[in-house]
């Protein structure tokens, strides 16, 4: 099946530190998804991307839709300690409709 | 708006039982999709229902199944439990239709399924 592979697996930050993590894939993908999710509870989504090139924020979010459509990439700047979670990225491939998730990225800040 | 809820939110099963699993979706959506999370495996897509019809199908047996009533709301039922089937497994609506917002997906809380 398809696979999302993000990158890096943790991250272990300083809060006030900006961080980056990034999603590939094998298939090109009509829309990338980033969402966050704390311990026990279901996936909030963050951030939705929908053409090649494309760069929304939300608040100290930032993410992009890679040209290749293979990829897209989250940043957050100036981390505070409510950053804390695993963060997804999530699509359908163009072909089909089934959603896949990333591997996820575990973010730590430190206070 | 309310969002997606799931019930129960707690369910501990032995191996052979079956469980049926609750999700409501936000109001006015009309798909939502079934999925599984583990450590191991992460989040997977189980099924996602549209206007009582399944949609899209994943890639687990076919102990796994649900169904979708004419208010939206979906169920989905697990047969014959085995170990492996310990998980989160949560559910997401969207609006299902053509367009930027199908691809939306908002999540309940899930159900935390534990069997002995």
């Known amino acids: 099946g398809q696979q999302l592979n993000q990158s890096p697996q943790s991250m272990f930050i300083q809060e006030g530190e900006d961080v980056s993590m990034n999603c590939t894939s094998s298939s090109i993908f009509n829309t990338w998804l980033w969402y966050k999710q704390e311990p026990g509870e279901g996936p909030v989504l963050l951030i939705a991307?929908?053409?090649?090139?494309e760069l929304t924020s939300n608040g100290r979010l930032t993410a992009q839709f890679g040209i290749t459509r293979k990829d897209s990439f989250l940043n957050i700047s100036a981390s505070i300690p409510s950053d804390v979670g695993i963060y997804f990225c999530?699509?359908?491939?163009?072909?089909?409709?089934?959603?896949?998730f990333g591997t996820g990225t575990s973010l730590t800040v430190i206070p | 708006k309310a969002g997606v809820t799931q019930t129960p939110r707690y369910l501990i099963k032995t191996r052979g039982q079956q469980v049926t699993l609750s999700c409501s979706p936000i109001?006015?959506?009309?798909?939502v999709s079934w999925y599984q999370q583990t450590p191991g495996q992460g989040l997977q897509f189980l099924f996602e229902?549209?206007?009582?019809?399944?949609?899209n199908k994943g890639n687990f047996p076919g102990r796994f199944s649900g169904r979708q009533f004419s208010n939206s709301r979906s169920e989905m039922n697990v047969s014959t439990l085995e170990l492996g089937d310990s998980a989160l497994y949560l559910c997401?609506?969207?609006?299902?239709?053509?367009?930027?917002?199908?691809?939306?997906?908002?999540f309940g809380p899930g159900t935390r399924l534990t069997v002995l």
């Open positions: 991307l929908y053409k090649a090139g």
């Open positions: 997401a609506s969207s609006t299902g239709t053509s367009g930027r917002p199908y691809n939306e997906q908002f």
């Open positions: 999530a699509g359908p491939p163009n072909t089909g409709n089934q959603f896949y």
């Open positions: 229902y549209f206007s009582e019809t399944q949609r």
């Open positions: 109001s006015g959506h009309r798909s």
